[in-house]
């Protein structure tokens, strides 16, 4: 037995971790004809990191107008329902069954794209659950489609004037070149007409001055060339990366850092294609009309004849068209996973070599870069096949018509000048069309990549007020019945937290791993904004309050420390105007001058990429000296001191009590916050617990058990 179904599901790529749901449902509403734009889709079902339950994918389908029904079923009760249906893969993985039999069944996987795989390979992964949908009376398709093209060009601004001048010089490049034909034909009639022709010496200047012409234009025009690919590239990826770093710290919490460099390396690709095919497309397509006007002005039968090889060679390519697509997708994909892969192997170095993994991180390479190879092959094997043939179309033809033009000279329907140059015509016909069937796939293909940029362009910025109130932050902030999640639909990670930490306090938030203390501090650095509550600072809602500006006012010391590939000086300033003493005063409360004025270089020494090149209390320390750089009257500490040893920790904490600045510290040690004004203890979200250290082992709860663990772990090592 045999599922059955009216078409191919429209496959559309996963662009962050957790987005497979999403898009096995938008492709669902498009293959009932229903193009809801992915925007609309995802501001609905809020993609978290954990990703979506089949609950609330059946819930969007049936608010669509679809009927779903989700059932338990192994792999043989699958070959009598209706397809195409989504089911759930490998326990963590949302997947289109598009087809099944007796022998295989069809998959359309958003990580992967469509495969076909043995039915004992497909029950080895299936997880026994699947949604059948089918629509109803109340399903209305909405047609939600748009250009991605149209909406990037629409955001470069470039200068008319270079298009014109392109154009102008293209033009008349293409003029001369036709013009060669024309030549080629005036030479051949008069050779023919006479016995001593006196042709030659006229046909000589006229090849230089050609040649003369095309040389000439070509350079200028690729001077203008280079000129509108700089003018785009100033609005197209300056503007994107621009964009890309005003967008919220969640845009990038559920995209791999391969992966957004794989986006920002599609941007010469998209530049080119706008810079220069798109007007090489429509002025080629301007000299396929011209001719075959001359064609026809000289017989209709060669103009019919190169009309009908001209659709034969549009229909291949739209058959091919699926499948190009399918194959640049599945490359696409399989180069970002690797980019991944060399990625992560490049920033984890240390953790690799501790642990003596080359091996295994050279195994999944391998396992990633022969999938790469694969898709690779994929692509050239139907790339092959429509190159092929076209090429094949592309030699065949003029030799028709050469053959068709030689019998019409035979009946004195033309000259054989003219006969050679529709020959020569001919051959520049088919180039050109040629030229603008591969523009057209070229802009098919980098849909792919667009995509993925326009996944940048569509986000959402960080919301800042249109009038945001000038504050300087003194350091009281109060949380008002603050609650989070990352999702509409999942729990909240923090629940009803309310808590006021004055003014110049050394306040710690304590707690079990998953607890929520650094979703906490996120929440009051506005990088997630909770989902009901109010911060305020100094009285003041955060939400009326620029965040950017706020944080600029605030040192953080977070526990993955981030240092560039710059001099130890720039690491501190961070494009900042400092001057070189302000610099040293700040290194040497974080206790790291000393070590620094010891190096060669001492604050111009390079540091490698994550500051592999130096050590774990280094790192802190140079964090640490960022931090303190403004002065700040806030200043947060995610265990900034755990690289330290005892000698430079202690330096360290007397300089912050002489600090009047409050002090929200995240801390694993409990022995470092004793001496503080206020511990918060966390469970699950919640504040537990809160009091002074003398007052929440007197409780003997949470925080209690949590030192007194803590404690005897140190008395044993």
Known sequence: MKTTHMRKVPYIQQMRQTECGLCCVAMIMRYYKSFVSMRNIRDRLHVGRDGLKISILSKYLEDSGLETKVYKAETRALLGLPMPAIIYWKEEHFVILESINDKAAVLVDPAVGRRKIKLQDFSKSYSEIIMVIKPTENFHPV???????????????VKKQLYVKLTIASSLLYLVQLSIPVVIQKLTDGISLSSNPTFSNQYYLVVILIMFLISSVTFYRGQKILDLQLNIDQYLTRDTFHKMLNLPYRFFENRSNGDLLFRLNCLPVIRDLISEQIIQGILQFGMMLFILGYMLSKSLLLTGVAILFLVINILFIVK???????????????????????????????????????????????????????????KYMVKNINDSVLSVLQILAPLVMLSIGIFQYMDNQMTMGEAIAIYTLAGNLFTTGMSVFQIVNSFMLATSYLERITDIVDA??????????????????????????????????????????????????????????????KIIMGLYEPHSGHILFDGVNIEELHKVNLRRQVGVVPQDMTLFNKTIYENICLHRTVDEETVIQVAKIAQIDEEIQKMPMKYQTLVSDMGMNLSGGQRQRIVLARALLNHPELIILDEATSALDNENEQRVSSYF??????????????????????????????????????????????????YNIVENAVSLA
């Open 460 to 521: 959402d910025v960080e919301e800042q007020p249109l009038q945001p109130i000038e504050l300087k932050i003194k350091g009281d902030i109060k949380l008002e019945n603050i609650s989070f999640s990352y999702t509409n639909h999942s729990a909240n990670v923090i629940e009803d937290v309310s808590l006021h930490i004055n003014q110049g306090e050394k306040v710690a938030i304590v707690g079990a791993s998953g607890s929520g203390k650094s979703t906490l501090v």
């Open 143 to 157: 047609n939600e489609r748009e250009n991605l093209w149209i909406k990037i060009i629409q955001h470069i601004k």
């Open 320 to 378: 091919m068209k699926p499948a190009m697509m399918e194959a640049n997708q599945c490359e696409i994909m399989e180069d970002t996973k690797l980019q991944g892969v060399q990625v992560e192997a490049v920033y984890s170095a240390f953790g690799i070599k501790i642990a003596g993994l080359e091996e295994d991180i050279l195994d999944s390479w391998n396992e990633r870069y022969v999938k790469s190879l694969d898709a690779y092959k994929q």
């Open 657 to 706: 009590e002489t600090m009047k600045c409050t002090r929200l510290i995240i801390a694993h040690r409990l022995s470092t916050i004793i001496d503080c004004d206020n511990i918060i203890v966390l469970e699950k979200g919640k504040i537990k617990e809160m009091g002074t250290h003398g007052e929440l082992m007197q409780q003997g709860g949470v925080y209690s058990n949590l």
